[in-house]
């Protein structure tokens, strides 16, 4: 339930990849196709979710809390970074809890699920957490956050949710921030029509757990697509097939972690 970046975002974007304009692979269906009640759409898309890119390799959730805020908050928090980070208490180190009071913070309606609440274990073993040293670290702050959401008024629930249920929660209600393993994540849209140094920075290479934050916005059921963007990108729109989806935000690591965020925001 921990993210940060994991390429260098000091580079520019070459430039805008649009999902539904550009070439794409044939991607198919997921494996086992995603059941929607009548009242939910086939395709469903939410433009106004725009592209904030992460300013260090450690705030890609904090990008994507970003790209959900109102305009007004979203200017607020840019221009108040640093002061709000140490309000805060992260530093640099976020896990999806952080993310949940940020969002509180700013007024924000969602609910979050995880099949982890608290710290695991055996991420003492994990590369990614310093071997425990960034779980000692942010253990107390972590539990501390758990235990006082309830008297705050924050829905966490501790289940796993299904692609059926995400998929419903886009079209009717809002984006979803989606906790990922970076070597599983995939763009169909980068794979197509990006070719040396992007692709190598686009696909990272590593043995263990690299968690990475981004946002759903849409999905395409015909096609087996869910669209979203990467805060590792100035300006992209991304898409991957359901079935990459659920690899990535089911891998070890992850808590299956997902805000569900409402679109009836507060001004």
Not at 74 to 81: C, K, M, Q, V
Request: charge should be positive.
């Amino acid at each position: 339930m921990f993210g940060i970046g994991w390429v260098q975002i000091a580079r520019r974007d070459s430039g805008v990849n649009h999902c539904h304009k550009q070439k794409m692979p044939k991607t198919g269906p997921a494996p086992k196709r995603a059941r929607l009640p009548a009242d939910v759409p086939e395709t469903a898309a939410r433009p106004q979710v725009p592209a904030v890119q992460q300013r260090h390799r450690w705030d890609c959730g904090l990008a994507c809390v970003m790209m959900v805020l109102p305009e007004t908050k979203r200017r607020h928090f840019s221009d108040n970074f640093a002061a709000v980070c140490r309000e805060e208490g992260f530093g640099k180190s976020t896990w999806t809890i952080d993310l949940v009071y940020l969002l509180h913070r700013y007024g924000v309606q969602l609910r979050y699920f995880t099949i982890t609440p608290g710290i695991d274990p055996g991420y003492h073993r994990q590369s990614f957490y310093g071997y425990g040293k960034v779980l000692r670290m942010d253990a107390a702050r972590v539990t501390e956050r758990f235990e006082k959401a309830a008297s705050l008024g924050l829905q966490v629930d501790v289940r796993p949710v299904a692609a059926e249920e995400i998929l419903r929660h886009l079209a009717l209600h809002g984006p979803v921030i989606v906790l990922t393993d970076a070597r599983f994540l995939r763009c169909d849209v980068c794979r197509a029509n990006q070719a040396g140094s992007e692709l190598s920075s686009c696909f990272p290479c590593a043995s263990e757990y690299r968690g990475h934050y981004i946002v759903l916005y849409g999905y395409d059921l015909p096609k087996g697509v869910v669209f979203y963007r990467n805060p590792t990108f100035k300006d992209r729109e991304c898409c991957m097939s359901l079935g990459a989806l659920e690899k990535c935000r089911r891998s070890y690591g992850t808590d299956e972690d997902l805000i569900f965020v409402y679109d009836s925001w507060s001004s």
